[in-house]
């Protein structure tokens, strides 16, 4: 197939029929798309051409690229939500979805806490709190490395059960019976971490999304806090705010 010479620039005309094979579903998520040269091929065009075209679908957030494997439709496409906004603690339900997205837990257990989560929570000297760090995947692929931290006071509700199968904060609720009171959300641009870096299939020092959630109960009592560094390749941050009535 050969694209119209025309004065519609050759590398929008590709991403228009790229997007639209990507939207409707042409293209399948867990394959990854033809390769620069094929679409070369197909098409007639160049390879800066084709570059163009990856780059502007790229920007749209439709596509995703894996070093050594190759180039990939981005499971969350313009106005799906990997996160959301909550403006009420009554709403952190909704969070739990991003929650049950398949993880793979590579520690647990009562450590000293790092000097971040002893200052968030307010511990003293010496006390000690359980950790759980591990990585969530979305269509098989890594885009958040993630670590809670679980305040001293409540390491005796951090057994072995529930907490491969449901988000350790409503694990927490459940057994405690603490009632969550308020939750604060920050969310910068750090450089990844050698951990990061290599569970995510980052290169050293490259941008990360980190979000950091600290929840709150009765007598401004910090009982989690949650840091999640996401591979920016892979995750959208989106708010939907409504009128009120």
């Known amino acids: ?15 228009q ?23 070369c091929k197909e098409y007639s065009v160049s390879r800066t051409t084709v570059r163009q075209a990856f780059a502007a679908l790229k920007n749209e957030g439709l596509i995703f690229r894996i070093p050594g494997k190759g180039t990939y439709i981005a499971a969350n496409k313009p106005h799906d939500k990997v996160m959301h906004y909550f403006s009420t603690v009554n709403s952190l339900a909704e969070t739990f979805k991003f929650a049950y997205l398949a993880k793979k837990i590579h520690h647990k257990g009562v450590v000293n806490p790092s000097m971040r989560a002893a200052l968030l929570m307010g511990l003293e000297p010496g006390e000690k709190i359980f950790c759980v760090r591990g990585v969530r995947y979305k269509n098989e692929y890594p885009f958040c490395y993630f670590v809670t931290s679980v305040h001293s006071d409540l390491i005796q509700y951090m057994g072995s059960d529930g907490i491969k199968d449901e988000p350790v904060l409503s694990h927490l609720i459940k057994k405690s019976g603490l009632q969550l009171q308020r939750v604060s959300q920050r969310i910068k641009a750090v450089k990844a971490s050698d951990r990061v870096t290599r569970f995510l299939g980052l290169k050293k020092d490259d941008p990360v999304l980190e979000l950091e959630c600290l929840y709150i109960v009765e007598n401004d009592k910090a009982i989690e806090v949650g840091l999640n560094f996401f591979n920016p390749e892979l995750f959208n941050y989106s708010m939907d705010l409504e009128q009120k009535k």
């Open 1 to 15: 197939m050969r694209l119209k010479r025309d004065q519609i620039p050759l590398y929008y005309q590709l991403q």
């Open 17 to 39: 029929l790229l997007r639209k094979k990507i939207l409707s579903g042409v293209l399948p998520l867990d394959v990854p798309l033809p390769t620069e040269n094929e679409l």
